[in-house]
């Protein structure tokens, strides 16, 4: 079946501009999380949603990102006025709903590199 | 706090050869260790995952590797490389509870050359 989908795959922005990074899960997977990677770094977490709900938003660098997912499905990563040290590939993850004691694989989408000039 | 090392940027190895990636991990609780490979351009695939049980967990690709609580250690193996094993190797923890975010270490990569 189809994997994790991400758009833009590419995005140059210049300093200050807003951008829009797309996440499409597997289709009836609950959890989705976001990561950023830096340049010669492992990905960080960023943020996580469990269907529609935003349960942890503790990787957040800054309050110019925000993410959404307001129908449980899709996500959208927003970055407002980007800054040079937002340039990073933002990968998504998703998986089956986590329970106690139960932990799902998360599959991981291609990543979007976002580069700021 | 959780944290995850991976001492070796980069671990250049000759084909057919054997490699060891060597991962670190430090907690305080219980956690659950991965190994992740990411191919250029390409997302995160999981290798292999260590949840419980035995401590040697063999995964896709041929690889495996050995969990090692006394040492805090959690390496990953390959008998014999290939060109195709070429790639970025990531080492991850989490604790499980309710958020599952993974802690990542910063990467080796494994070049194998003919």
């Known amino acids: 079946g189809a994997g994790v989908s991400q758009s833009p795959r590419y995005k140059v922005a210049k300093r200050g501009q807003d951008v829009a990074l797309r996440c499409d899960p597997i289709?009836?997977?609950?959890?989705l999380f976001w990561y950023q990677q830096a340049l010669g770094q492992g990905p960080e977490f960023l943020t996580y949603?469990?269907?529609?709900?935003?349960?942890?938003k503790s990787g957040l660098p800054s309050d110019r990102f925000f993410a959404e997912r307001p129908e449980g499905s899709v996500s959208t990563l927003k970055i407002q006025r980007t800054q040079q040290e937002d340039s990073a590939v933002y990968l998504c993850?998703?998986?089956?709903?986590?329970?106690?004691?139960?932990?799902?694989?998360?599959?991981f989408g291609p990543g979007t590199r976002l580069t700021v000039t | 706090a959780q944290s995850v090392t991976q001492l070796d940027s980069q671990v250049p190895v000759f084909e057919e050869a054997p490699v060891e990636l060597r991962c670190n991990y430090s907690?305080?609780?219980?956690?659950?260790l991965f190994w992740y490979v990411q191919y250029p351009n390409q997302g995160l695939q999981l290798l292999l995952k260590?949840?419980?049980?035995?401590?040697l967990v063999k995964g896709i690709n041929g690889f495996e590797a050995e969990f090692n609580k006394s040492q805090t250690s959690f390496h990953l193996r390959k008998p014999s490389v290939h060109i195709s094993d070429t790639a970025e190797y990531f080492c991850?923890?989490?604790?499980?509870?309710?958020?599952?975010?993974?802690?990542f270490g910063t990467g080796t990569l494994l070049a194998v050359q003919p």
């Open positions: 993850a998703s998986s089956s709903l986590q329970g106690s004691g139960i932990l799902y694989e998360q599959y």
């Open positions: 289709s009836g997977h609950v959890s």
């Open positions: 949603f469990q269907n529609e709900a935003q349960l942890d």
């Open positions: 907690s305080s609780v219980s956690v659950y």
């Open positions: 260590y949840l419980s049980g035995s401590t």
């Open positions: 991850a923890s989490n604790r499980g509870g309710a958020t599952n975010k993974l802690i």
